[in-house]
C-alpha cells in the first residue's frame, strides 16, 4: 500500500517553467501539504475521430526531477483531466496504454449527455468542471448517487474563486447544487492554482465548506480523508486485480476492538520480534502487473488523523 | 424519493406614485431581487439563492406577485424585501403576503386576496363590459412563466 | 454579547516593495473582501487591527467570536492587495490576546 499523508491537493495545473512549478510547491510544503497531484489537461473533443485505435492520449509530464527535489517533503502524483462532449471518450481511455500512468484520471463534461455519462460509466475517479462556465451544468440527483454509489469523487476548486469574484459566485452555485442533490456527499477541495498566490492552507480550505454548503466534519474530509479514499479507488482502478502482501508492524492482536494507532506505537517496542507475514490473496485472476509488494498498514484507519 | 423544498413568497408592489397598471415584467424583477440579493448579501448569498429563484407570476393589476426560492436559503430573500424601494425605474416598496411552502396554497391565499381586491374594483366601474374585463384581467393566472 | 477572538495574520505579497502598508488599507482589504462575498448585512462586523507590523507584514485582528468563521473565509477569499497577488496566512486564532513573540521595535500597537 502506498502510504500517503494528509493534507491533499490533487489539482496542480502543470507549468512549462520550472520556476513557478518549484515556487508553488513550495508554498504547498510550507502550507503543510504532503500528497499533491500536478494536473495536466487533455482536450478530446478537438481531437479528429478519425485514428481508432491508435493513442489519444499524451504523455505524462516528467517530473522526475521535481520527485526527486522534494523527495521526502512531498508526494507528486500525476492526474489528467480529460475534457470531453461524447461518450466516444471511453473507447478511446480503454484502448489507451498512456492513461495508465497517471495516478488520477478526472474527466470534465461539457454537455449534459457527457455530465451524466461521466457519473455513470466513466472509468475515472474524479468529476470535475470548467468554473468559467461551470454553472451551466447541473448534475441531477440520479446521476449524482450513481457516482457516489461507485466512488467517485467531486471536485470543488477554490483558486479560480479567489481570482475572480464571477467564478465565485458560481462556484457557490455549482456547490450548493451538489448540497441539494446529494447533501455534498463525495467532494473534495483542490486549489488549481495559476501561481502560489492563489495557493491557501488546508485549514483554511476546510473552513471554506461553510460557503461551499458543506458541514464543518465534511469540510475537513474533503481536505483529508475524501481524497485518501479517491487515491485508493485510483489506485485499484491503475492496476486492475493483484496479489497483496499484507505486512503485520507487530505481534497479530486479534481482537474485535480495532485499536487504530497501535501499529505506530508498537512498533518501537516491538523492535526485536519476527515480523509476520501473511499472504492475502484479493482475487485469483492477476492480470498485467502483479506482484505488488506492498507493506501494508490498514488502509482506512490511518486517515483518522488530524 | 427526497423531496426538493420550495419556499413561494406572495409579495404586493406598492409603488409610490399610486397607478392603475404597473409595467413590471418578471424578468425585471428578478434582476432587481438577485442585484439586491448580492447587495445585501453578498456573492455568498447569489449563489446560495441563485438555484431554482424564479418569479413564477406577476399580476400588473393588482401588483401580486409569487417568488419561488429553495428552501435553504429563502430568509435571504425574505430579509431584504424590505429593504428594497427601487423595482426596474419604479419606485416602489414590497409588501409580503404569505410565504408558503406548496405554490397551492400560494395560490388559495391569492384568490382570496384577488377576491377582496375585486370587490373594492367592481363598485367604481359602471357598464357590464369593463367588468367583465377587469375580472378576467385580475384572476388570470399565468403559471408557466 | 459573546467574546472577541484574535487572529494572527501574516501577509505574503509578490512584489512588497509596490504596495504601502498601513494598517488602514489592510483592515479596509479585509472589510472590502467581507462586504464583497457576505454583503452589506452578512459582513457587517467590527474588525479591529490591534497590533500591526509592517517589517514583519503581521498584524493581529480583534473580531467577534461568531464572526471569526467569515472572517477567515474572507480572508482566504482575498487574492489581491492593491493589485498585487497575495496570501493571507492565519497563523494562529485564540481567544486571548497574542501578541509577537519577537521583535518589538518596529511594533504599532493600538488600545
Given amino acids: 500500500m502506498e502510504q500517503t499523508r494528509p493534507f491533499y491537493d490533487f489539482c496542480i495545473p502543470f507549468n512549462k517553467d520550472d520556476k513557478v512549478m518549484r515556487a508553488l510547491l513550495n508554498e504547498l510544503v510550507e502550507l503543510g501539504y504532503k500528497t499533491i497531484a500536478i494536473d495536466q489537461s487533455f482536450d478530446h473533443s478537438r481531437k479528429e475521430a478519425g485514428k481508432r485505435g491508435s493513442e489519444m492520449f499524451p504523455e505524462p509530464h516528467k517530473v522526475e526531477h521535481l520527485r526527486k527535489e522534494f523527495g521526502d517533503k512531498l508526494r507528486i502524483l500525476q492526474r489528467i483531466t480529460i475534457l470531453y462532449v461524447d461518450v466516444n471518450v471511453a473507447h478511446a481511455m480503454s484502448v489507451s496504454l498512456n492513461l495508465r500512468k497517471f495516478n488520477l484520471i478526472a474527466g470534465q463534461p461539457k454537455t449534459d449527455a457527457a455530465l451524466t455519462h461521466c457519473c455513470t460509466t466513466f472509468n475515472g475517479d474524479l468529476v470535475t468542471f470548467d468554473p468559467a462556465a461551470g454553472s451551466r451544468l447541473m448534475v441531477n440527483r440520479k446521476a449524482y448517487q450513481v457516482a457516489v454509489r461507485r466512488g467517485m469523487f467531486f471536485e470543488i476548486k477554490y483558486g479560480p474563486a479567489i481570482a475572480d469574484s464571477n467564478n465565485r459566485k458560481d462556484m457557490i452555485k455549482v456547490a450548493h447544487n451538489y448540497g441539494i442533490k446529494g447533501k455534498s456527499r463525495n467532494i473534495i477541495f483542490s486549489s488549481g492554482a495559476e501561481h502560489q498566490f492563489q495557493l491557501r492552507g488546508p485549514y483554511d480550505v476546510a473552513n471554506l465548506a461553510f460557503i461551499f454548503g458543506l458541514s464543518e466534519d465534511q469540510g475537513k474530509n474533503a481536505v483529508d480523508r475524501h481524497c485518501r479514499q479517491l487515491f485508493l479507488r485510483a489506485e485499484s482502478r491503475r492496476l486492475g486485480k493483484t496479489i497483496m502482501f499484507v505486512k503485520g508492524g507487530g505481534p497479530i492482536v486479534f481482537s474485535d476492538s480495532s485499536d487504530d494507532n497501535q501499529g505506530d506505537s508498537q512498533d518501537d517496542e516491538m523492535e526485536g520480534c519476527p515480523k509476520e507475514e501473511e499472504l492475502d490473496e484479493e482475487s485469483d485472476g492477476a492480470n498485467g502487473e502483479n506482484n505488488e509488494e506492498e507493506e501494508n498498514k490498514p488502509a482506512n484507519k490511518r486517515l483518522k488523523t488530524a | ?145 | 454579547m459573546s467574546g472577541y477572538q484574535y487572529l494572527d495574520v501574516k501577509l505574503k505579497l509578490r512584489d512588497p516593495e509596490s504596495v504601502t502598508l498601513t494598517p488602514v488599507f489592510l483592515c479596509g482589504c479585509i472589510l472590502n473582501s467581507l462586504a464583497s462575498v457576505f454583503g452589506e448585512i452578512g459582513g457587517q462586523t467590527s474588525v479591529k487591527i490591534v497590533k500591526f507590523s509592517a517589517s514583519q507584514q503581521r498584524s493581529v485582528f480583534r473580531v467577534p467570536e461568531n464572526f471569526l468563521q467569515r472572517v477567515r473565509i474572507a480572508l482566504s477569499l482575498i487574492g489581491y492587495y492593491q493589485e498585487v497577488p497575495c496570501h493571507f496566512q492565519v497563523l494562529s486564532t485564540s481567544p486571548k490576546r497574542i501578541d509577537f513573540e519577537d521583535s518589538e521595535e518596529e511594533v504599532i500597537a493600538f488600545i
Fill in chain 2, 1 to 145: 424519493m427526497v423531496r426538493i423544498k420550495n419556499r413561494y413568497i406572495a409579495v404586493q408592489i406598492v409603488p409610490y406614485a399610486p397607478t392603475k397598471v404597473l409595467y413590471l415584467n418578471d424578468n425585471t424583477l428578478t434582476k432587481c431581487l438577485l442585484r439586491n440579493i448580492e447587495k445585501y448579501y453578498g456573492v455568498y448569498g447569489l449563489g446560495m439563492i441563485e438555484q431554482g429563484f424564479r418569479v413564477k407570476y406577476i399580476n400588473e393589476r393588482t401588483k401580486i406577485a409569487i417568488i419561488r426560492c429553495m428552501h435553504a436559503g429563502h430568509r435571504f430573500v425574505s430579509s431584504i424585501l424590505p429593504l428594497i424601494t427601487l423595482i426596474g425605474d419604479v419606485r416602489a416598496k414590497f409588501r409580503t403576503l404569505y410565504i408558503g411552502a406548496t405554490i397551492i396554497q400560494c395560490n388559495k391565499f391569492i384568490i382570496k386576496h384577488q377576491k377582496k381586491f375585486l370587490d373594492r374594483e367592481m363598485g367604481q366601474l359602471t357598464s357590464a363590459k369593463e367588468r367583465q374585463d377587469l375580472f378576467k384581467r385580475v384572476m388570470e393566472f399565468d403559471m408557466d412563466r
